[in-house]
């Protein structure tokens, strides 16, 4: 029996299915949040838990896998993902897995400026950043980039605080409106620290979008990567997708698994423009573009029940059809929570 704690599950309801089938009644599918979702609904159990940065939230979590003979832990949300790295060996002393990188290598995909200057160092394409005010009219005077820009939190998920400036009149604005979204959402607790530079300025990128699923063993080492090319976006999330088979994003995503040594997926997102492919964000977790990955065959929660369970891993897990074309839907439910 493998029982799994999926947290931070908020609405990914897929990622609960995902798990259930991939168990197969061979264990049980908990979930967890600091508020209800339906997600939680549809896992086999559920506990709603202190807010991640509560001083009680990770004996709050120990105690709950130990009380249901949790075998591991899979967060789903970025915010979840340091507290639960800096963690990791209070859980494994209790026999509890959690499916969480390094701690440094979560900060710097949290972090967007630490993202930038990461793949600089490693020789990734990536737009031009700045998290200083001054410095971004100085460069514009110097026609070093140019309009527009995009103005967004450092530490920032989905679309909160994200905002287009045409010219230097709307890019004072809109830094002072993304200060303020940031006060005003969860953003605020990893902006406390440093909220002079919370803001982080890049130039817009045009060009189509594409996105890997890069996923590597328990060790760090990759076993798959997916290719996609993105065909509709909604609110920072992968509304519709194509499976495609690309030489240079399989070898972006191969480059960063090597050098990153992840655990579990990295999720990645593209751009190409002129005919490059730069890298605009990772998220070190299951993202957003995964359930096109997994209509299209591959079935990265069976891998990792496989890999915690120490069994070699089928090819066919990891096989995916070139081609497939996804489309997210949401249906209405009446739910009474």
């Known amino acids: 029996m493998m029982n799994l704690l999926l947290t931070s599950v908020g609405r990914r309801t897929y990622m609960v299915n995902y798990f259930k089938e991939a168990l197969r009644s061979n264990g049980l599918v908990h979930a967890s949040n600091s508020v209800k979702t339906y997600a939680m609904e549809m896992a086999d159990h559920y506990v709603i838990t202190p807010l991640i940065y509560d001083n009680s939230y990770v004996d709050f979590l120990l105690d709950y ?3 249901n003979d949790i075998k591991a832990i899979i967060p789903l949300f970025d915010i979840d993902l340091p507290v639960l790295a800096r963690n990791k060996q209070k859980f494994a002393e209790s026999l509890v897995k959690i499916i969480v990188s390094d ?32 410095k971004v009219i100085q460069a514009l005077d110097r026609n070093e980039i140019n309009y527009p820009l995009i103005v967004k939190p450092r530490w920032g998920m989905g679309s909160i605080g994200i905002f287009e400036a045409e010219n230097t009149e709307e890019l004072l604005v809109l830094y002072k409106k993304t200060l303020n979204s940031i006060s005003r959402s969860y953003l605020k607790y990893e902006s406390s620290h440093d909220l002079d530079k919370s803001i982080i300025i890049q130039e817009k990128l045009s060009g189509d979008e594409y996105g890997l699923d890069v996923f590597n063993n328990l060790e760090g080492n990759i076993l798959a990567c997916v290719p996609k090319k993105k065909l509709a976006m909604r609110a920072g999330e992968t509304d519709s997708a194509v499976i495609i088979n690309n030489d240079e994003l399989s070898a972006i995503g191969e480059n960063l698994s090597g050098i990153s040594k992840h655990i579990g ?16 964000e990772m998220n070190c977790r299951f993202g957003g573009q995964y359930p096109f990955s997994h209509l299209a065959g591959v079935n990265f929660p069976k891998v990792l029940i496989e890999l915690l369970n120490l069994n070699k891993v089928s090819k066919e897990l990891l096989q995916v059809n070139i081609g497939t074309v996804g489309v997210k839907d949401l249906v209405p439910k009446n739910v009474i929570i």
Do not use: A, E
């Open 103 to 134: 701690f440094d290598f979560v900060q710097i995909c949290n972090d967007k400026w630490l993202t930038y200057k990461y793949l600089r160092k490693n020789g990734f394409n990536t737009p031009t950043s700045f998290i200083s005010l001054r």
């Open 265 to 280: 997926n990295l999720d990645v997102d593209c751009f190409l423009v002129n005919n490059k492919f730069y890298i605009l």
């Open 65 to 67: 896998c130990l009380k």
